[in-house]
């Protein structure tokens, strides 16, 4: 289209027609659901891309439920003990008895003592089947130390044992043990990264936003704390707690310590981040219309490393698992008649019960799934924070 008055004017390219809208170019169901997503969901779904990472956490999501509810799941009250099935070994479970089919049962153990040796030695009598109970009325308890019951989801067969995966010094189910101590050692790492979050937010937001003499006072700080050597600092400060506390004021003592000594590698990394994104348009911007210092760190700073947040989080917790079963085991940490994995563990520092009886080891099992679970966790919800991937 040329101009009526100026035949030099290059032509218009701009079509005049009205727009409309072609129905080619509109957007597919599929193509809209993902266009209107929300963060949270678009995090989802690369999430459920990432399968090692779900098999992961669908783990940590039984054991936690296990810790919720191990009153109910365990066959066996914590302190139940039968004194004449002291380290017995581990009973398995049959289907078939005689070549028919008779259910899930445990040969019951017939004990006798070599008088040579002058240890029990326990038989399976085979002629005996002895049928596991499920959701029966077994050993009394109270829920969370709270509401009184009795009911569990299996329980060992009348007039009979069942220990599947042994039994320790005193006659006691090695199995309900271990799932008891699910509570505690798992409880341990949710309470002591609750603390070192708090912490390392707090203190390494204030250092890489304000900087100068907070930023270099925090370094400061940093560094000594680092420059310590981990283990043997956990025990001092266990060593330090007074031995008249009880079980439960110890058990929040080694949550605190935990949390206190763990918050120095996220301070320093909220602080290396704030120090780059305090100076971006966004964050100017917001400080220029007023917002207080807690609005942009909190608001607009922290969520744009929110995937080192995660994997900060999810590596954390195992590290302070470990930390409590380690001094535990060692004695300096959580002490009878609490019982965690590191508790039950402690019974295996004599080499010689170990070679005798090699399932008192069972307890390292869990420890070494949860911390493998929880690492495989992490790096599936980094790579789905990962707002560039």
């Known amino acids: 289209m040329t101009h009526p008055t100026d035949p030099d004017r290059l032509p218009h390219r701009v079509s005049e027609k009205p727009f409309v809208f072609d129905d080619e170019d509109a957007l597919t169901p599929e193509q809209e659901r993902y266009y209107m997503a929300s963060q949270w969901k678009m995090m989802w779904w690369r999430f459920k891309k990432h399968r090692i990472a779900v098999w992961a956490g669908a783990i940590l999501l039984v054991f936690y439920l296990v810790a919720a509810l191990v009153e109910v799941v365990a066959p066996y009250g914590l302190e139940t003990k039968n004194v004449r099935f002291k380290y017995a070994p581990p009973q398995a479970v049959h289907l078939f008895h005689e070549g028919s089919f008779y259910g899930p049962f ?56 069942m220990y599947l995966l042994g039994s320790d010094s005193l006659g006691r189910d090695m199995l309900s043990r271990v799932l008891y101590g699910t509570r505690i050692s798992l409880t341990v790492g949710l309470i002591g990264i609750t603390i070192s979050f708090l912490l390392g937010i707090s203190i390494g937001g204030a250092a890489g936003y304000f900087g ?29 707690l007074p031995a008249n506390w009880s079980p439960i004021l110890v058990y929040f003592g080694i949550t605190v310590i935990l949390g206190l000594l763990d918050w120095p ?36 700073l922290l969520p744009n490393f929110m995937s080192h947040l995660i994997a900060s989080a999810t590596l954390s917790i195992p590290s302070m698992i470990l930390g409590e079963t380690a001094l535990s085991f060692l004695g300096l940490g959580l002490r009878p008649p609490v019982t965690s994995w590191g508790v039950l563990l402690a019974e295996a520092q004599n080499i010689n019960a170990v070679a005798l009886f090699p399932w008192l080891m069972i307890p390292m099992v869990p420890v070494i799934i949860v911390v493998l679970a929880f690492n495989f966790l992490g790096d599936g919800l980094r790579d789905a924070a990962d707002p560039y991937r």
């Not at 109970?133 to 509401?147: A, E, H, Q, V």
């Not at 704030?274 to 909190?298: C, N, Q, S, Y």
Request: glycine share 6%.
């Open 106 to 161: 445990v040969y019951p153990y017939k004990v006798t003592r070599n008088l040579e040796t002058m240890t029990r030695v326990f038989t399976p009598d085979t002629t005996k089947p002895s049928q596991i109970r499920f959701f029966c009325w077994g050993d009394k308890y109270r829920f969370w130390g709270l509401i009184k019951g009795s009911f569990h989801i299996i329980c060992p067969p009348e007039k009979s044992t």
């Open 265 to 300: 590698g996220l301070a320093r990394a909220v602080r290396s981040k704030l120090l780059a994104l305090r100076e971006e348009d966004f964050a100017v911007a917001a400080r220029l219309m007023g917002a207080p210092p807690k609005h942009i760190i909190g608001r607009h």
């Open 212 to 240: 100068g003499w907070v930023d270099k006072s925090v370094q400061r700080v940093i560094e000594i704390l680092r420059s310590l050597p981990e283990l043997p600092l956990w025990m001092a400060l266990s060593a330090a």
